[in-house]
């Protein structure tokens, strides 16, 4: 496959929708839809792996339960089990991220960060979006968010619960399946 161009053909607040025009192993030109963060991508032969967002691995200072966010989402109008995770602001770290993010979405404090692993992408077939899992531990009083266009009720999960949410198919990312069968590991 080759790429022959990129086109913006939709710019939102927060995400632009681009074709990707390119030349299969045919020779045929096709136009591959997707979407991103990042509102100038002029080519996709400089591909910044700068990390947009954070998702949070968080255990209880005993390592005895795993946070999960209880949070509706409009793109599957229903609420989903996910992991406490964000945006990184302009001139914000990882570090200063997670902090931010957890505290605004639980009202938690964050501790301690025991792992923070390079930039993955999101869901490569329909974004370059990046992230970073970071991991760690908080202590505190689990709040309910108070922001108008977030649904988000965080709670501790310890393994016997978290088992129970794997068998029960309950809705939940895969990044929260993964989290969950390495937690009851």
């Known amino acids: 496959m080759k790429l022959i161009g990129l086109k913006k053909i939709h710019q939102g607040k927060y995400l632009s929708y ?3 025009i390119y ?10 839809e997707f979407v991103s963060r990042n509102n100038n991508l002029k080519d996709l032969n400089h591909f910044d792996f700068k990390p947009l967002s954070i998702c949070m691995v968080i255990k209880s200072q005993k390592e005895d339960c795993i946070l999960l ?17 964000g945006l990184i602001d302009d001139g914000e770290t990882i570090c200063e991220a997670s902090k931010r993010e957890l505290e605004e979405e639980t009202g938690l404090l964050l501790t301690d960060i025991s792992k923070v692993y390079p930039p993955s992408l999101t869901e490569e077939g329909i974004t370059s979006d990046t992230l ?4 760690g531990h908080a202590k505190g ?7 108008s266009n977030e649904d988000i009720s965080a709670v501790w999960v310890n393994k016997e619960e978290a088992s129970s949410l794997l068998k029960e198919n309950y809705i939940m990312s895969v990044r929260v399946q993964l989290a969950l069968i390495d937690f009851i590991k």
């Not at 030349?23 to 591959?32: P, S």
């Not at 966010?69 to 995770?85: A, G, H, M, T, V």
């Not at 970073?132 to 991991?135: D, E, G, I, L, S």
């Not at 009083?141 to 922001?147: A, V």
């Open 18 to 20: 681009y074709n990707a």
């Open 23 to 32: 030349e299969n192993d045919n020779k045929e030109e096709k136009i591959y």
């Open 69 to 85: 966010e209880k949070e509706f989402r409009l793109s599957i109008n229903d609420f989903c089990y996910n992991l406490p995770q």
């Open 132 to 135: 970073c899992m970071v991991y």
């Open 141 to 147: 009083k689990i709040i309910h968010t108070n922001h």
